[in-house]
């Protein structure tokens, strides 16, 4: 007879819309205890009118690029909660641009938000999970996995969005790197590479030429699919290092970031395609 699950407490942040707010709606749907986090709490406020929020839902102003912040929250979480299951990091940014156009501010902006935030929570999360294992009675799995969101962006290149495509990479090497690391020490790291998302920081980009290459595909999957792919991350007894999805689009994009000097054709063949759609209307 299969035992019922217990239920986790798991950190996300950028809950105020996008993979976040999914993700957030789906693990109280589920039972778990969610501490849901971003810079724009009047986005989150919608959390708190679902069934079991008034319970085990936590709202929290966070902006991530904030290291005093997180050591904060952390404390907070030790204090508050009897242990830290997970902790996902899903805020980030996107302002596509040609590099002759790439402003200062918007350097800053995504390598801070997308690549330092996520390192950032990555490491005060492991602090606190390596703290808690140590207690008398502490369990095994699940209990202390880090899932960080980057993208297919983190993968091939991307004409158009060389800033996102950067700290994306960054995400991803430092996760797939830190899943090794993590191992001998009971805890695990999974990076989740999606292709587009239909959320508001890609819609907003949808007539913008900068972005073509994004909307090259067969179109924005539901956050719903990342939703389950992070649904693996945290239930697997071995979970991947990294999940990569759909695979019509991982295997080109595979190959283009493994060869460049071979692919840059079809890399920019496909930006073509993805101007071409804009035009259409298609997107």
């Not at 819609?203 to 719903?224: C, H, K, L, T, V």
Request: with cysteine.
């Amino acid at each position: 007879m299969t035992q019922p699950r217990a239920p986790r407490h798991i950190l996300v942040t950028g809950c105020a819309s996008g993979i976040g707010a999914a993700l957030a709606r789906v693990l109280l749907a589920r039972g778990d205890h969610v501490w849901a986090c971003d810079v724009r709490t009047d986005g989150m406020q919608a959390l708190a009118a679902l069934p079991g929020a008034d319970q085990r839902l936590r709202l929290q102003a966070l902006d991530v690029r904030d290291g005093a912040q997180w050591r904060s929250l952390m404390d907070a979480v030790g204090r508050d909660w009897p242990r830290l299951d997970a902790v996902l990091n899903v805020a980030g940014v996107l302002r596509p641009d040609f590099a002759p156009d790439i402003r200062e501010d918007d350097i800053h902006l995504q390598i801070d938000v997308n690549t330092k935030g996520v390192i950032l929570g990555s490491q005060a999360a492991l602090g606190l999970m390596l703290a808690q294992r140590q207690r008398p009675g502490a369990g095994a799995d699940p209990a202390g996995r880090i899932v960080n969101i980057a993208s297919m962006a983190g993968i091939t290149p991307v004409p158009g969005c060389a800033l996102y495509c950067a700290s994306k990479f960054a995400v991803r090497g430092y996760t797939l790197s830190l899943a090794q690391e993590l191992i001998p020490l009971g805890l695990r790291a999974t990076v989740v590479c999606p292709d587009v998302v239909a959320t508001p920081m890609i819609d907003s980009e949808r007539r913008r030429p900068q972005a073509a290459m994004i909307f090259s595909g067969g179109g924005p999957m539901p956050a719903e699919r990342v939703v389950q792919a992070v649904l693996h991350a945290l239930d697997a007894p071995r979970p991947p290092a990294e999940i990569a999805f759909p695979l019509a689009r991982h295997l080109p994009a595979k190959l283009a970031g493994l060869a460049p000097n071979l692919t840059g054709w079809a890399v920019r063949l496909t930006a073509r395609i993805g101007q071409r759609k804009q035009a259409r209307g298609l997107t």
